[in-house]
């Protein structure tokens, strides 16, 4: 009997993932991932028509899960300050656990792949971005806390932040973890949140 669609469609994006993180700096054919899958590259692309649709489907996950967890912070936390925290350990939780969503989100995984794919991983950083503004310009607003430093600014650095610690997982080989120290450095980004 076979699989339903959407269960081969989540098996290809599952397997896709999965060799991103054991093959790193390998390059991801359709043949390989057909092997991995246990199907021919002729039933990939009925269920894709090509490989960057493939990746376009683990961005939209991708953009889902991070944007979607930021949004239910922003609905459960009102403290502006701990929706940053929150926000950032969700960032680095989720590249933790899943190595190979860390190299789609850092690109690594997107080079030589289509320039749109790029284009959509700047976008959904910029959308987290424009999260962590908004979040520091309520708590300017409804908190009374200011900054010596625009919010703009400061929403950028928390950013490069999480992009840094993601990068060097990745760069890694998996092997620096996202959360680690995080504590400790948190208490230092927290600090200059207050100045």
Same mark, same amino acid.
């Given at each position: ?16 993932? !999965?060799?991103?993180?054991? &093959? ?7 043949? @390989?991932? +057909? #092997?991995?899958?246990?199907?021919? %590259? ?63 989100? !850092?690109?690594?995984?997107? &080079? ?7 284009? @959509?991983? +700047? #976008?959904?950083?910029?959308?987290? %971005? ?66």
């Amino acid at each position: 009997m076979s699989q339903p669609k959407t269960n081969r469609r989540e098996a290809i994006l599952q397997s896709l993932t !999965t060799m991103l993180e054991n &093959s790193p700096g390998k390059p991801i054919t359709t043949a @390989r991932l +057909a #092997a991995e899958v246990g199907v021919s %590259e002729a039933a990939l692309y009925r269920h894709f028509p090509s490989k960057a649709r493939m990746f376009e489907a683990l961005l939209d996950y991708l953009e889902d899960i991070l944007l979607g967890g930021i949004n239910r912070i922003l609905e459960h936390e009102k403290d502006s300050t701990e929706r940053v925290r929150l926000s950032v350990r969700l960032l680095l939780d989720f590249a933790t656990r899943s190595p190979g969503m860390a190299r789609i989100y !850092t690109g690594d995984a997107l &080079s030589g792949e289509h320039e749109r794919l790029r284009h @959509r991983v +700047a #976008a959904i950083a910029d959308k987290i %971005e424009a999260q962590f503004k908004q979040m520091l310009r309520e708590r300017r607003i409804r908190d009374g806390l200011t900054s010596s430093m625009e919010e703009g600014i400061l929403a950028n650095w928390v950013l490069a932040f999480v992009e840094g610690k993601i990068v060097q997982f990745v760069r890694s080989g998996f092997t620096r973890k996202p959360i680690d120290h995080f504590d400790q450095q948190w208490s230092l980004i927290e600090q200059q949140l207050k100045n």
